[in-house]
């Protein structure tokens, strides 16, 4: 059974909310209080991660740059994986 991946979705959804409040640049930045401790999470990664940026004074907007570059890094993870993922089973299979 396929279980979804939890982290990048929630992670989405928080950007998706930032580029529909327009909060793209310190000037638009917008206060933004999580409601799920799944959410919560995905907020404090993307702080960490310099995607979320505050004005300092409790408001955050998103570095869509940092973004870009945040799921791109993923998905050549992802694909990576599923290569060395076919190797092996290539592998696996010839001896």
């Known amino acids: 059974m396929a279980v979804p991946p939890v982290r990048p979705i ?3 959804r928080i950007a998706q909310h930032f580029i529909d409040a327009g909060a793209v640049s310190m000037a638009d930045a917008i206060r933004y ?3 799920r401790p799944g959410r919560q ?3 404090e990664r993307l702080k960490g991660a310099d ?12 570095d869509e740059e940092r973004w870009s570059s945040r ?3 993923r ?3 992802v694909v990576l994986t ?11 299979a010839l001896r």
């Not at 995607?51 to 998103?62: I, N, S």
């Not at 599923?82 to 696996?92: I, N």
């Open 41 to 43: 999470h995905a907020f």
């Open 10 to 12: 929630a992670e989405r």
């Open 33 to 35: 209080a999580p409601a």
């Open 75 to 77: 998905r050549t993870r």
């Open 51 to 62: 995607v979320l940026k505050t004005d300092g004074q409790g408001k955050w907007w998103l």
């Open 71 to 73: 799921r791109s890094d």
């Open 82 to 92: 599923m290569l060395a993922v076919a190797a092996a089973g290539a592998f696996a």
